[in-house]
């Protein structure tokens, strides 16, 4: 139950993240590096990993021995949301995913 909360909030406060505390930053970090990284395949993105290694240096408190376990909970639960989406939600979901991670600089160049 309290990852499910801790979850929710993370989804729906992200204007707010500063003001999280550590655990709910965590759990939105991987969320949001999650929601790409499962999407690599599906988007036809071409992820490069010293670029996720960087990005996760610049935005995960190396003192955080939760996110590995949260970045692997999120990316198992898009997994499954991305198989239910129909082809008009894939199509806007790889839109916003795409742009995302150009943002992130987390494409191979």
Known sequence: M???LALALAVTAPAY?????AEM???QTAQQ????????????????PQK????IAANVEP?????????????AGAGFTLSQMTASATTAHCAA?????????????
């Open 52 to 55: 996720i290694e960087a990005w």
């Open 33 to 48: 590096l999650g929601n790409i990284l499962s999407s690599e395949e599906l988007c036809a993105l071409t992820l490069d």
């Open 97 to 109: 995913v795409r742009q995302s991670a150009a943002h992130a600089n987390l494409l191979r160049d």
């Open 63 to 75: 003192g955080d021995m939760a996110f590995a376990s949260n970045l692997q909970m999120m990316i």
């Open 2 to 4: 309290k990852r499910f």
């Open 25 to 27: 930053r965590s759990m």
């Open 17 to 21: 993240a500063q003001d999280l505390p």
